[in-house]
Nanobody, 124 residues
Framework: QVRLVESGGGLVQPGGSLRLSCAAS????????MGWFRQGPGKEREFVAG???????YNADSVKGRFTISRDNAKNTVYLQMNSLKPEDTAVYYCAAKFDNYGHYLSRYEYDYWGQGTQVTVSS
C-alpha cells in the first residue's frame, strides 16, 4: 500500500523557518520524482519544488532562494527546508510522487501519489 506522510508543519512568525518531511512507503522511492505542492485558502494547488531521482531540483519562482528540497533515498524521505517565511506562504503543503522519466513535473495532474498534507501558517 502506497503511503506518503507529511510532518513538520505548524505556526511560525514571518522570517522564521520550518522543515517539512515526507515519509514514503509502498513503492520504489528512488525511482520516483518527488514534488512539494501547496494550497492556500481559496487558491489552486500550486507547485513549490521538485527533486528528481538523480537529485536535480527545481523551485517555483516564488520560493527561489528561500526553500530547499532534498531527499534521502536510504530513508525514503523527502524534505522541504523553508526559510525567510512570509505570510503568503501560508497553505496546506502536500508531497507527491511521480515515476521519474527524467523530466521535471510541475503539474499536479502528472503525479501518481499524494500525501494528506500538513498546515503551515505564517503569522505574527
Amino acid at each position: 500500500q502506497v503511503r506518503l506522510v507529511e510532518s513538520g508543519g505548524g505556526l511560525v512568525q514571518p522570517g522564521g523557518s520550518l522543515r517539512l518531511s515526507c515519509a514514503a512507503s509502498g513503492f520504489t522511492f528512488s525511482s520516483y520524482y518527488m514534488g512539494w505542492f501547496r494550497q492556500g485558502p481559496g487558491k489552486e494547488r500550486e507547485f513549490v519544488a521538485g527533486i528528481s531521482r538523480s537529485a536535480y531540483t527545481y523551485n517555483a519562482d516564488s520560493v527561489k532562494g528561500r526553500f530547499t528540497i532534498s531527499r534521502d533515498n536510504a530513508k525514503n524521505t523527502v524534505y522541504l527546508q523553508m526559510n525567510s517565511l512570509k505570510p503568503e506562504d501560508t497553505a496546506v503543503y502536500y508531497c507527491a510522487a511521480k515515476f521519474d522519466n527524467y523530466g521535471h513535473y510541475l503539474s499536479r495532474y502528472e503525479y501518481d501519489y499524494w500525501g494528506q498534507g500538513t498546515q503551515v501558517t505564517v503569522s505574527s
